[in-house]
């Protein structure tokens, strides 16, 4: 089956330092790459959809230029929490969509800012 | 009213029970419908995948959809310690790369 390979599952980072999550398709072209944010006990927040080789989109209230995704490639995207504040502490989860393929989520990673 | 609806529990059952999970949502374009099962400090993982109204079964596990309702169901037979988890269930109007839309999640103890 398809398989999505996140990294790193955590990491503490200081205040005002910048961390960057890698989501890995390992089998499949990711044409989409989902990212979200996931508070303790709660669902999961879409923060922005990005397609290869496009820019991402961003919902509302997420702040593009705190989270920086880049999608590069068929198999890769990345998120990077610029300046990063201990209210970014949180898990974040990629999901990742082929062609014939459905919504395959990596393990998630959680980030701690102290 | 949100999209999808899904009461959020906990909901604890005794090991060997027949649980039962539901969301209704409001979206009549909706036509795929899912169930992830997320464990503690995990990424969620596809149990069941259903395409427009009817049944499903794989193991244990059976999804129903009745789309004239607007409402899904998940059931886990023989429940076990490892059904612990959190299950989620999210649908979408289209097989393309639009994003999915979840329920908040029920938090289902397994109790042995």
């Known amino acids: 089956g398809a398989v999505v390979s996140q990294h790193p599952s955590r990491v503490i980072c200081k205040s005002g330092t910048s961390v960057k999550i890698e989501c890995r398709s390992l089998?499949?072209?990711?044409?989409?790459m989902f990212w979200y944010r996931q508070f303790p006990k709660q669902s999961l927040m879409l923060m922005a959809t990005?397609?290869?080789?496009?820019?991402?989109?961003?919902e509302q209230g997420v702040e593009k230029d705190k989270f920086l995704i880049n999608h590069a490639s068929l198999t890769l995207s990345t998120l990077t929490v610029t300046s990063a504040h201990p209210e970014d502490s949180s898990f974040y989860i990629c999901s990742a969509k082929g062609a014939n393929y459905g919504y395959t989520f990596g393990s998630g990673t959680r980030l701690t800012v102290v | 009213q949100k999209e999808v609806e899904q009461d959020p529990g906990p909901l604890s059952v005794p090991e060997g029970a027949i649980v039962s999970l539901n969301c209704t949502y409001s979206n009549s374009a909706f036509q795929y419908f899912m169930w992830y099962r997320q464990y503690s400090r995990k990424g969620p993982e596809l149990l069941m995948y259903?395409?427009?109204?009817g049944n499903k079964e794989d193991g244990r596990f059976t999804a129903q959809v009745d789309k004239s309702s607007k409402y899904i169901s998940l059931f886990i037979r023989d429940s076990q310690p490892s059904d612990s988890a959190t299950y989620l269930c999210a649908m979408s109007a289209d097989s393309g790369n639009t994003p999915l839309v979840f329920g908040k999640g029920t938090r289902l103890s397994v109790i042995a």
């Open positions: 089998d499949f072209q990711a044409t989409t």
């Open positions: 259903t395409y427009s109204s």
């Open positions: 990005s397609n290869e080789g496009s820019k991402a989109t961003y």
